[in-house]
């Protein structure tokens, strides 16, 4: 199984460094690629670290291990969907969800699987991005939150489940009136989530019981952010709104005044929301009490990727796709967390065939010990110098 994931190194990382100003010219700056890995099926899902590996799922129906110190893959675990969820570890358990319908619980040293749970979704067609209507694009999977003795998940059928995480058998289940793409999030009391009925809700988390619902106006495909007593949605209306966590009354709304969908799910860091956006092809940054914007950043393409912040830089993908009407470019960017510069950039490789996306980096990055793990579209898990 390691021989099926090749290396390739850069040259500069094969030399010996060594000591002094020569030495100097072989060190690696920020955004330089240290080196990568050819996965073998394109990469959507989100990745997941710990303790020196990373965990993701492909969508040739695989789920990896791999090593990031070895470069070598670890263990490699086949289920019989994509895999296009995040990971979440805990407890040495590997937890994730697939496109086959089931929620996966694996070992975390040996990828064995310890227990699945039917979510009763097996039975679906995906709508991938397409260049003509209906443009309902169906490209993600909500993922598994962990809370307590729970693992809670949304399904493309509608339902969130709350599993008890170490035996996989279910404690409850509430049905929304349209898809769970989004993965949910819990202020504690309450879990959050969204729907492709247009609905963010609000369920006691012990109980599964509807405390509320707010009707955003369109589908929701991100995932929500709490921070404060507010939860943050984006919605395909072309806003973002704050509710207040305990009652769902709006506390502020963000038009985005060309029109282009929020697929991108918000993150709160102190004071400020940091969200990306799809035609506006642009990562922004919101005053998180008012919603007013700070700065802006233009990504070249679609955003729709939750950022991730680490060492005050923001890092999200962008997707290229055509035809279409606008220049898509396929990236992926560091991005000053305060002034929304743009620090570095990387651009993968192409993706070449019958896709109408071009490439690019749909995947939530991961950050750990100087390095940005990166997966694109092109099937490659790259390590960059943060």
Do not use: C
């Amino acid at each position: 199984m390691r021989t099926s994931i090749r290396a390739i190194l850069l040259a500069a990382a094969l030399l010996p460094l060594g000591t002094g100003p020569l030495a100097s010219q072989f060190q690696p700056r920020p955004g330089d690629l240290l080196w990568s890995l050819e996965v073998g099926a394109p990469v959507w899902a989100p990745l997941a670290h710990h303790d020196g590996v990373l965990f993701f799922g492909a969508d040739d129906s695989t789920f990896h291990a791999v090593d990031v110190e070895t470069r070598q893959e670890k263990w490699r675990f086949r289920t019989g969907g994509i895999v296009r969820s995040r990971a979440i570890v805990f407890g040495g358990q590997v937890v994730f969800a697939g496109d086959d319908g089931y929620l996966y619980a694996l070992d975390e040293a040996t990828g064995e699987e310890n227990w699945r749970f039917d979510m009763g979704s097996g039975d679906f067609d995906r709508h991938p991005p397409a260049p003509g209507p209906p443009y309902d694009y169906d490209y993600r999977h909500s993922s598994p939150l962990v809370h307590a003795d729970l693992l809670l998940v949304g399904t493309p059928t509608g339902v969130l489940h709350a599993v008890f995480r170490d035996i996989g058998l279910p404690a409850w289940s509430f049905e929304a009136g349209g898809p769970i793409r989004s993965t949910p999030s819990t202020d504690g009391r309450h879990v959050f989530f969204g729907s492709w009925d247009g609905h963010a809700y609000a369920l006691d988390i012990r109980t599964g019981k509807l405390a509320w619902s707010f009707d955003t106006g369109g589908i929701i495909q991100g995932s929500p952010a709490t921070d404060a007593g507010r939860v943050i949605f984006g919605s395909r209306s072309a806003r973002i709104f704050a509710l207040d966590a305990g009652t769902g009354a709006v506390q502020w709304v963000h038009v985005r005044p060309d029109g282009s969908w929020i697929e991108s799910s918000p993150v709160i860091y102190r004071d400020t929301v940091y969200v990306g956006t799809s035609d506006s092809r642009a990562l922004f940054a919101l005053e998180a009490k008012s919603g007013a914007p700070i700065w802006e950043f233009d990504t070249g393409g679609w955003s729709w990727a939750r950022p991730v912040l680490a060492d005050g830089k923001v890092y999200i993908g962008a997707l290229g796709a055509a035809p279409y009407g606008q220049e898509l470019s396929p990236g992926f960017f560091a991005v000053d967390q305060r002034t929304g510069t743009r620090v570095w950039g990387f651009t993968p490789q192409s993706v070449r065939g019958e896709s109408y996306i071009t490439g690019g980096v749909y995947s939530a990055p991961v950050v750990a010990g100087g390095v940005v793990y990166v997966a694109g579209v092109d099937g490659r898990l790259y390590s960059l110098k943060q």
